[in-house]
């Protein structure tokens, strides 16, 4: 599991960390200053109790993007117990929530997270695509087979990587004929040299 990395410690860092769970998630839902929520949802994720899940998912939807990412390695350090809130969150509006949701889920690896990612790979974002691929990839589970053969055609090339990449880790005569048809047709050349890796 991800080792969630310490953030830059903000002012007065020291006096956040003192506070009890509720004055830490005051602060990472009132505060103005980015550095202040992202060390606060960092802290809530070292404590590793569950009670913090939910205000930990809201802050998926940060407007800023550093505050975004600890809030997700803080779901991971709480492992197997945010697999649920974040299976749900895969269907959340905003795409960038869903993009850490399922980056989250990835990391955790758990069995429980392979159905909310096999969703994820039919989201309407490319980022989502990507991101719940490279999750399935970790996984390697066979359920996701199927899903994963239709990214091969996906428009955006960097998803088709990553469907490359999940194929070749879930293994099989399926995903290797799907692969080597793939070849066929793909045109650009970083995908095709991940294909061409895959089925050799």
């Known amino acids: 599991m991800a080792e969630a990395q310490t953030p830059q410690k903000p002012e007065g860092a020291e006096e956040l960390e003192r506070q009890g769970i509720q004055g ?33 998912i809201m802050a ?26 974040l299976a749900a969150t895969m269907k959340d509006e905003k795409w960038v929530t869903r993009y850490r949701a399922a980056e989250a889920l990835g990391k955790i690896a758990d069995e429980k997270a392979v159905q909310p990612l096999v969703q994820g790979l039919k989201d309407n974002r490319d980022h989502v695509r990507y991101m719940a691929a ?26 088709r990587l990553m469907a490359v990449r999940a194929l070749s880790a879930i293994g099989g005569k399926s995903a290797h004929e799907a692969l080597a048809h793939a070849l066929e047709i793909e045109t650009d050349a970083q995908v095709r040299e991940a294909i061409t890796e895959a089925i050799k």
């Open 24 to 56: 830490i998630i005051s602060a990472l839902h009132t505060s103005t200053n980015p550095e202040v929520r992202a060390y606060a949802a960092y802290l809530l994720g070292k404590g590793k109790n569950p009670v913090v899940i939910q205000p930990l």
């Open 60 to 85: 998926l939807a940060d407007n800023n993007k550093s505050v975004r990412e600890q809030a997700m390695l803080a779901l991971v350090e709480l492992g197997r117990s945010a697999v649920e809130p």
């Open 134 to 159: 490279k999750g399935l990839q970790v996984l390697g589970d066979s359920e996701a087979l199927v899903p994963m053969i239709i990214l091969l055609n996906d428009q955006n090339r960097f998803v």
